[in-house]
């Protein structure tokens, strides 16, 4: 599929009204968005909370353990929703908490626990490591390949330009573990292990953020695989396994939330020729046409960390994401005016789009070379 093009006026008229719709949301921000993140916080802290603790009270249900009438019966619906909940929490700490302060969303309220720069979450990845690989490497340099790592995360083949290896029959299979393991890809993502097994990086130079990424990896296995089962004495397995399985609950529904808004059909992927002596209208337009968004409602939305609104993300990273809904009406119509594509789709549509993209490109093809203008369309 072609996609349109836009000369220098035209690209100039277009960064121009995103700046203003930008400009529009930033001369808004104040006490809503505060009280919004601050809410959402609390709430999540005392649902990861209410959920430990409703997988240790479950275990009174335990047969054997206790002289009451226990059963399997009782057991069963207590730790599932504990283990649910916990996968909840962790989801929102992940998506629409941690990864949207850390973007800086919040920066101008000057509230230390809204800082960019001091936030951490609850997962693998180092903040800081996190914060260059994501918000620097990935929003500025999005879906150029050789820039920017998200583009198969150094495991995955994600475009016909990249050459074809029989190392990438595998491509399902990689796509697989690493959903459920998404996390620690994130973690390592900054480390670039393809690079040091092509040796194009010494272990010498991957050592520093390995080690920061390992220090952080040991921190949150430490809190999760062992001091809360610990806790559990006797029954120290069924809390590491329900901990095991809110973690994967997060990583899989991250996985197909990111993975939908950057790999679905209709998405361009970039050469490195592109971002020379960019514009800030070229850049707003090649970040259009490297995102998709996810249709859905409110709850969709934040649980999404309104990554399902991928493409006001990637054009507005520093707003606050639940703002997101509120503007995209505008951006569409902005793109419609323009005849520029708003790539959006329901979540089973575009994630299908992107398995069968991570199938196809598993098998050998003709390598297609870049149209230098716009990339390439998936």
């Known amino acids: ?12 008229a277009f960064g121009a009204e995103m700046d203003a719709v930008r400009a529009q949301v930033r001369s808004d921000l104040g006490e809503r968005d505060t009280r919004y993140i601050k809410r959402l916080i609390r709430f999540q802290r005392r649902l990861d909370t209410g959920s430990r603790a409703l997988i240790f009270f479950s275990l009174l249900f335990w047969p054997g353990l206790t002289h009451a009438l226990a059963s399997w019966a009782a057991f069963l619906p207590l730790i599932t929703i504990g283990t649910v909940g916990l996968g909840v929490a962790k989801i929102l700490d ?22 960019s720069q001091r936030f951490d979450w609850d997962t693998a990845c180092p903040g800081d490591q996190w914060r260059h690989s994501h918000n620097y490497m990935h929003h500025t340099y999005t879906n150029i390949l050789g820039k920017d790592r998200d583009v198969g995360y150094g495991v995955l ?3 016909e330009e990249q050459p074809w290896r029989p190392y990438c029959l595998g491509n399902p299979l990689y796509a697989f573990l690493l959903m459920l393991n998404f996390d620690l890809g994130v973690a390592l993502h900054d480390v670039e292990a393809d690079r040091l097994f092509k040796r194009e990086k010494r272990w010498s130079e991957a050592w520093p953020t390995l080690r ?7 921190k949150v296995f430490l809190k999760d695989y062992v001091l809360f089962p610990a806790l559990a004495g006797p029954l120290f397995f069924v809390v590491l396994i329900a901990n095991l399985i809110a973690n994967v609950i997060r990583n899989i529904w991250a996985f197909v939330i990111i993975f939908c808004g950057h790999f679905p059909d209709g998405v361009e992927i970039f050469d490195e020729s592109i971002c020379k002596d960019e514009s800030r209208g070229h850049w707003y337009y090649r970040q259009l046409l ?6 859905g409602g409110k709850l969709f939305h934040l649980m999404s960390g309104n990554l399902s609104h991928q493409i006001e993300h990637h054009l507005f990273p520093d707003l606050p994401a639940h703002r997101y809904a509120e503007i995209s009406p505008q951006v569409r119509e902005i793109c419609i005016r323009y005849g520029l ?16 993209s991570i199938c196809r490109l598993a098998l050998p093809g003709r390598q297609r070379p870049f149209d230098l203008d716009h990339g390439h369309v998936r």
């Open 212 to 218: 920061g990424g390992l220090k952080k990896i040991g």
């Open 341 to 356: 594509p708003y790539n959006s789709g329901p979540l089973h549509r575009q994630f299908g789009s992107v398995v069968r």
């Open 1 to 12: 599929m072609h996609q349109p093009k836009l000369n220098p006026s035209q690209l100039d």
């Open 157 to 159: 083949r994600m475009a």
């Open 290 to 295: 490297g995102s998709a968004n996810l249709d």
């Open 94 to 115: 992940n998506m629409e908490i941690g990864h949207n302060i850390m973007h800086g969303q919040y920066d101008w309220t000057g509230d230390p626990e809204l800082n």
